[in-house]
């Protein structure tokens, strides 16, 4: 932390959504949270940090460092958008590492499908763009970090990426590979509009999250 800086105001969303099917059943991803749960025991030290969990909720080897969180679970891309749009005016800084689903089913059946009822066929919708509805409307002094999940030649995945964060209206992109998901590391970058901020490395989490928590502090201060 910057000598003489103020507490922040710090949310971080972590974990997959969950867009149920019927009553039991649902389409979600292999994220584990862990990612943002590294970044706000990170913050929990200096800064008042509201933690944002879907799926599962804090993996167990964690638990013990976020005693300081205040943690609010959710459960679809709904339920994290309504959460979200609750507290983003008062927060600080926004840090965007929840795994959105793309799609979620057009529409849910009532009960659990019989599997004797044989073949189901599902038509799925895509879900909106959280963030870049809440960054349309936030304050200039106000820090938000998204992360994207990219494959590919890594000049095709930063100007991807840099192209989704400017339209989200964040100010960095956290940019993983696929390999990321539900693993204790990453291989990860840190991009603004201005390029490079992290350059490319296979890090553990809990180094990545320190990482980003320098970078709202160096932008706050």
């Not at 019927?22 to 008042?48: K, P, Q, T, Y």
């Not at 979620?104 to 073949?119: D, H, L, T, V, W």
Request: hydrophobic share 45%.
């Amino acid at each position: 932390m910057v000598c003489g800086m103020n507490r922040l105001k710090i949310i971080v969303t972590a974990g997959p959504t969950r867009e149920y099917v019927d009553s039991v059943r649902f389409i979600s991803n292999a994220s584990s949270g862990l990612m943002g749960c590294e970044v706000a025991a990170a913050a929990a030290h200096a800064h008042d940090v509201t933690l944002l969990i879907g799926g599962a909720g804090v993996p167990a080897e964690i638990s013990t460092r976020l005693d300081s969180v205040r943690i609010v679970p959710f459960g679809g891309v709904c339920d994290l958008k309504e959460k979200l749009t609750g507290l983003f005016d008062d927060c600080d800084a926004l840090v965007m590492s929840a795994a959105v689903g793309d799609f979620r089913p057009a529409s849910r059946f009532e009960g659990k499908i019989p599997r004797k009822g044989g073949p189901v066929v599902l038509r799925l919708e895509p879900t909106e763009d959280i963030l870049a509805g809440l960054a349309a409307g936030k304050r200039s002094e106000q820090i938000v970090i998204a992360f994207a999940v990219e494959d590919g030649p890594r000049e095709e995945i930063e100007a991807k990426a840099i192209d989704e964060m400017k339209a989200k209206g964040a100010d960095y992109v956290v940019v993983n590979t696929p390999a990321a998901m539900g693993r204790e590391e990453s291989e990860a970058c840190i991009l603004s509009v201005g390029g490079v901020k992290l350059p490319w490395a296979n890090r553990p989490k809990s180094v990545l999250a320190r990482e980003i928590v320098d970078l709202l502090e160096a932008s706050e201060a």
